[in-house]
């Protein structure tokens, strides 16, 4: 997955509307504030997306092989969703799900095998160790 379709994604579940007819609470309300916080910061975070390349990640994968563009993605999303602050459930939840769907249990283990794979190419072990030291 990469970052554009996580983003995507994310953006996708933060903007849905609040289900028809439910009862406007003090509770709702904190969780409709929460969420128009979440959009306005992903609405900065993809504006800058857009000016900028295609893919902030764009110079770390460019020449290098498929499995290894999208290993430096899920490298520098754990590193971001391993950083995150979970301070209530919704949170909780999702900064779990993003792990789970990076498999970020898994990622040393993989990077471990690109490493060995890639070992005599050094501008592929150089872009791998720039994306273990990512994060947005």
Same mark, same amino acid.
């Given at each position: 997955?990469?970052?554009?379709?996580?983003?995507?994604?994310?953006h996708?579940?933060?903007?849905r509307?609040?289900?028809?007819?439910?009862?406007?609470?003090?509770?709702?309300?904190?969780?409709s504030?929460?969420?128009?916080?979440?959009? *306005?910061i992903?609405s *900065?975070?993809?504006?800058?997306?857009?000016?900028?390349?295609?893919?902030?990640?764009?110079?770390?994968? /460019?020449?290098?092989?498929?499995?290894v563009?999208?290993?430096?993605?899920?490298?520098v999303?754990?590193?971001?969703?391993? !950083?995150?602050?979970?301070?209530?459930?919704?949170?909780? =939840?999702?900064?779990?799900? %993003?792990?789970?769907?990076?498999?970020?249990?898994?990622? %040393? /283990?993989?990077?471990?095998?690109?490493?060995?794979?890639?070992?005599?190419?050094p !501008?592929?072990?150089?872009?791998?160790? =720039? %994306?273990?030291?990512?994060?947005?």
């Open positions: 997955m990469t970052v554009r379709e996580f983003v995507g994604r994310q996708a579940m933060l903007a509307p609040a289900e028809i007819g439910q009862e406007q609470t003090i509770e709702n309300l904190g969780h504030s929460m969420r128009r916080r979440y959009l *306005v992903l *900065v975070f993809c504006a800058t997306y857009a000016l900028a390349d295609d893919d902030p990640l764009a110079s770390l994968k /460019k020449g290098q092989p498929k499995d563009s999208e290993l430096i993605d899920r490298l999303g754990c590193n971001h969703w391993t !950083g995150e602050e979970p301070y209530d459930a919704e949170r909780k =939840q999702e900064i779990s799900s %993003a792990i789970a769907d990076l498999k970020c249990a898994r990622l %040393a /283990k993989d990077e471990a095998a690109a490493r060995k794979r890639y070992a005599n190419e !501008g592929t072990i150089k872009a791998l160790q =720039q %994306a273990r030291e990512t994060s947005f």
